[in-house]
């Protein structure tokens, strides 16, 4: 049986390279681009791209939180 395309070793390897140079993208465009800013924090070179990863992570942790406080037996239903 084939591997699902997005189990294979070559997407995995892909995928990685490619949300890296969005990444390099993001970045490279705020040395061009300006835009305004509201606080005085937001002009750290790369607070956007570092909110977004922060904010990410927070949702995983708060994923798995919730998976923790949710979860239930396996044969919860077969009763």
């Not at 927070?58 to 979860?71: D, Q, R, T």
Request: some cysteine; proline content about 3%; overall charge positive.
């Amino acid at each position: 049986m084939q591997d699902h395309w997005l189990a294979r070793p070559s997407t995995i390897k892909f995928l990685w390279r490619l949300f890296i140079g969005v990444l390099v993208i993001v970045i490279a465009v705020e040395l061009v681009v300006e835009y305004g800013h509201y606080f005085g924090f937001e002009r750290i070179f790369g607070f956007a791209a570092w909110l977004g990863f922060l904010a990410c992570v927070g949702l995983v942790m708060f994923a798995k939180l919730l998976g923790f406080l949710l979860k239930r037996p396996d044969g919860y239903y077969d009763r």
